[in-house]
Structures are given as structure tokens and as C-alpha cells.
């Protein structure tokens, strides 16, 4: 029952950040103009004289940004999921094992020598990502205990990546390519195209449904991996499964945004807290928490005064602060 409402308010939060962030921004638009655009194109109608602004404002601009917010959210929150639930610690994100070290290693290789086009910069991303991914777990499979050399794998790849991208910057041009690199690293919804959630959905939406149809693996994985192999589960085979769909996943929406942090490591924390940790219901509630969140703090950023920053940096101020109560919170209560 608790579930249940919670499944509910989340839903309902959800709803109310998409029509808030369809509506606000420089170009207001109201609610009844809003339905007005959208049934007539439901309809196959065109807009007229008084609803043409209003319409190519929210199927050129807002619509695509506010869809890949939603996707971006949910797979970095079930990406988080996924991870806490192999590596069974609740405060492991995607970004300990090298994904957004190699995304930006990605990024910066395309801006330099390649090409700046969106389509080549999230090419360059999603591949390294992935390949950083792929390199810790060739590294750290091969300790006694599987989790922890992953962890400390994580690290090493991590660490190796961050250098390489940060001499990908001190080589850049400090004019043209450092810059697109800087702000690249720190995130934005701001130049999103239809094209860019087509290919995210399709990415994004393969990932989840696969790590949701084998969930009940994953329950038994988070207890132990003796008792996964007690009820038949082939552990590294099903741990290999995991990290390259979570991983495809995070790379999907990061490579299509930019570096967007703490969402993949807050929402599931907080998730794993309201719902539990059956993955059954954890995985959807993530996924839906996640997109609400992204959504927005995008939509924020989008309305602040001073002009649209990168959203990484509400974000952090957000997400940081949030852990540590919630930290400190629980520390409380194991107390008690």
C-alpha cells in the first residue's frame, strides 16, 4: 500500500513537472494554448495565426528538450540502480567506473580532431564510455573478491581517463575547442533535437526494458553472490549483462546532454529509501523519481534571471547537500 502511493504522488509530481516546464520559460504559454497545440496536432490540424508561435515554440524547442530530460533522468537514476545493486553499496554510481571520465575523454577527442557536430560528439562519448566501462571490468574480474577489485578498478580507469581528458584540454584550442569541451563537461539540455531522442529512446528504452525483464536477477545478486549461484544464477555472466545495459543506458543520456551529475547516485539512493529494494518496484519507481527530478532542475535552469547555466551546477548544489542529510539522517537512526 505505501508503494502503491508512493508509485501515485511520484506519477502525479511527474505530470505537474511536465506542464510546468511546457508552459514556463522566456516564451510563456498557457495552459489553454497548450491544449489548443496539442490537439491540434493530435488532429492533423494546422495552427492558426494566433497559435503559430506558441506551436513552433513547443514541438521545435520544448517538447524535444523536456522528452530527453525525462529519458536522461531515468536512465542515469536506473543506471545508479542497476550498479548499487551489483555492487551492493548503496553510494556507488555509474561515475565511480569510469563512464563519465571516458564520455568526456570521448567528447574532447571529437571536439579536437574530429568534428564538433552533435552526432560525432555523442558517438565519440557513448563509445568511450562504454569502453571505460568494459576496461574495468576486464581489470577487476580477475580478483578473489569480484566486487571490490571492480571498485578499485573503477579507480584506476577513472583516473587514467580524467588525465587523458585533461590533456586533451591543455592541448585544445583556447579559443574554439576548450570552451565547447569546459562546457560540454558540465551539461545541457539546451541544444537538444528531435533527432537526439529519437536515438536516446530507442537506446534508453531497449536498456531499461531488458534490465527490468531479468530484475529478479538482480535481487538475488544484491544479497550475495553465493546465494545467486545457489538459485542457478550464472554470476559474471549476469554481472557482464548488467554493467553493458546500465552502462549503454547512462552513456545514451549523457553523450545526448553532456556530464549531468549526482542524479544517477541521489535518485536511486533516495528511491532505495522510500521503496526498498526489490527490484521489481525499485526500477520503475527510480526511473520515474529520476525523470521528475532531471526535468526539473532543467526546467529551473531554463528560468533563472541571470540566464540558462550549465545544469550540472544545480545539480551538485541540490544533490550534495540533499546526500549528506539523508547520510546523516540514517546515521541518526542506526543510533536510535
Known amino acids: 500500500m505505501?508503494?502503491?502511493?508512493?508509485?501515485?504522488?511520484i506519477i502525479i509530481l511527474l505530470i505537474i513537472c511536465v506542464m510546468f516546464a511546457l508552459t514556463t520559460g522566456q516564451y510563456h504559454i498557457r495552459l489553454e494554448t497548450l491544449?489548443?497545440?496539442?490537439?491540434?496536432?493530435?488532429?492533423?490540424?494546422?495552427?492558426?495565426?494566433?497559435l503559430a508561435t506558441p506551436s513552433m515554440v513547443l514541438w521545435s524547442v520544448r517538447m524535444p528538450r523536456v522528452l530527453m530530460a525525462i529519458l536522461a533522468g531515468a536512465a542515469l537514476s536506473v543506471g545508479g540502480v542497476v550498479f548499487q545493486g551489483i555492487m551492493r553499496n548503496p553510494l556507488v554510481s555509474p561515475s565511480f567506473l569510469g563512464?563519465?571520465?571516458?564520455?568526456?575523454f570521448g567528447a574532447s577527442l571529437s571536439i579536437i580532431f574530429f568534428s564538433k557536430s552533435a552526432f560525432s560528439i555523442e558517438s565519440f562519448a557513448f563509445f568511450w564510455a562504454v569502453a571505460a566501462v568494459a576496461l574495468v571490468y576486464i581489470i577487476g574480474n580477475r580478483g578473489v573478491n569480484t566486487i571490490t577489485t571492480l571498485v578499485i578498478a573503477g579507480v584506476i580507469v577513472s583516473t587514467f581517463f580524467m588525465a587523458a581528458g585533461s590533456f586533451l584540454k591543455y592541448v585544445a584550442d583556447p579559443y574554439e575547442d576548450l570552451p565547447a569541451i569546459v562546457y560540454w563537461t558540465m551539461g545541457g539540455l539546451n541544444n537538444i533535437l528531435w533527432v537526439n531522442v529519437i536515438r536516446a529512446f530507442v537506446i534508453i528504452g531497449?536498456?531499461?526494458?531488458?534490465?527490468?525483464?531479468?530484475?529478479?536477477?538482480?535481487?538475488?545478486m544484491a544479497i550475495g553472490d553465493e546465494e545467486a549461484m545457489s538459485m542457478g544464477v550464472n554470476v559474471n555472466r549476469a554481472?557482464?549483462?548488467?554493467?553493458?545495459?546500465?552502462?549503454?543506458?547512462v552513456a545514451a543520456g549523457s553523450s545526448s546532454c553532456g556530464i549531468i551529475m549526482w542524479v544517477d547516485l541521489i535518485v536511486a539512493h533516495?528511491?532505495?529509501?522510500i521503496v526498498g529494494s526489490d527490484h521489481e518496484v525499485l526500477i520503475p519507481f527510480a526511473a520515474i523519481l529520476g525523470?521528475?527530478?532531471?526535468?526539473?532542475?532543467?526546467?529551473i535552469v531554463r528560468i533563472l534571471?541571470?540566464?540558462?547555466?550549465?545544469?550540472?551546477?544545480?545539480?551538485?548544489f541540490m544533490g550534495a547537500p540533499l546526500l549528506g542529510y539523508l547520510l546523516m539522517k540514517q546515521n541518526n537512526e542506526w543510533k536510535g
Open 2 to 9: 505505501r508503494n502503491k502511493s508512493a508509485f501515485i504522488i
Open 35 to 50: 491544449w489548443k497545440v496539442v490537439s491540434l496536432k493530435l488532429l492533423g490540424k494546422t495552427p492558426g495565426d494566433g
Open 99 to 104: 563512464v563519465n571520465h571516458g564520455a568526456i
Open 206 to 220: 531497449i536498456g531499461i526494458t531488458v534490465i527490468y525483464m531479468f530484475r529478479w536477477r538482480l535481487n538475488l
Open 239 to 249: 554481472r557482464v549483462m548488467y554493467m553493458l545495459f546500465a552502462t549503454m543506458i
Open 270 to 273: 533516495i528511491s532505495r529509501m
Open 291 to 299: 525523470a521528475a527530478f532531471l526535468l526539473f532542475t532543467d526546467t
Open 305 to 316: 534571471p541571470g540566464g540558462e547555466i550549465p545544469i550540472s551546477i544545480i545539480t551538485s
